[in-house]
């Protein structure tokens, strides 16, 4: 399927902006495509293998950096993986779906904005609450499978609202979150979906480059307060693609 040049334009700044704050994209590509009116299914599985390559790049240049807390990403992979599996084999036409997702990732996004704005006292990470995450991971993973991204839309804001981890620490792990979904995902819709690897092939090169300048820049330059911002645009981006899924 051939694209416009802009969408690969579009598509390198989407990865370099999720890859400053440890996400792969798939929701930002995502918006791309369906305000472009360009968005079809088979684009799924496309947006999960580029989603791979930049949140690969991401957990590199977090992990490198000592961010990554094993503690942190079990609970989650452990019930996120096989359920994203899962979400990857239905095929969901919701309109109520889709808005109401994407209300609740605005929402998050004006939180963290609160949060940035009015941090209050500083206080140490909280412990993990195993069944609490493993709950959690079940339904991230499903979702995640479902509407094709890797979970890092949901997990981030999650973890940094029950206080579990730094700003810092939730980018390296939702790296590796997102990697991992984004691969079970894939496998899920492979198994009715063909792949359009021309596509994929195509704007590899894009994110690839924005993924990994976009996690460079956030692990080395970013300050805390400045990644929450970004987050919270990442997570505005990723609402309005769900509500304009129903629009379009």
């Known amino acids: 399927m051939e694209l416009p040049l802009y969408i690969g334009a579009l598509f390198f700044v989407v990865a370099f902006l999720y890859g400053s704050v440890g996400h792969g994209g798939a929701s930002g590509y995502l918006a791309v495509l369906t305000l472009s009116g360009l968005f079809s299914p088979e684009f799924v599985p496309v947006v999960l293998l580029l989603n791979i390559l930049v949140s690969a790049t991401a957990l590199y240049n977090y992990g ?12 989650f992979a452990v019930s996120s993986i096989p359920a994203a599996f899962m979400g990857g084999l239905v095929q969901l036409e919701a309109a109520l779906f889709y808005i109401t997702t994407g ?3 605005i929402v998050m996004a004006g939180f963290i904005v609160f949060r940035s704005l009015y941090p209050g006292r500083a206080a140490a990470a909280k412990p993990v609450h195993i069944p609490l995450a493993l709950l959690l991971g079940l339904g991230i993973g499903f979702l995640s499978g479902l509407i ?3 979970g890092g839309i949901f997990l981030s804001p999650l973890i940094l609202f029950l206080g579990w981890a730094s700003i810092m620490q939730i980018a390296a792990v939702s790296a590796l979150f997102i990697l991992a979904n984004s691969i079970s995902g894939l496998l899920g819709h492979a198994v009715s ?3 359009e690897w021309g596509t994929a092939f195509y704007l590899a090169l894009p994110v690839l480059a924005g ?3 976009g996690s460079r820049y956030g692990a080395l330059t970013v300050s805390p307060g400045q990644i929450r911002v970004l987050l919270a645009i990442v997570l505005v981006i ?3 693609k769900m509500l304009a ?3 379009f």
């Open 238 to 240: 990723a609402g309005i």
């Open 245 to 247: 899924q129903h629009a």
């Open 64 to 75: 490198s950096r000592g961010h990554f807390r094993w503690s942190l990403f079990w609970p």
């Open 211 to 213: 993924g990994f300048l």
């Open 148 to 150: 094709g991204v890797g």
């Open 103 to 105: 209300l609740v990732l």
């Open 193 to 195: 979906t063909q792949i």
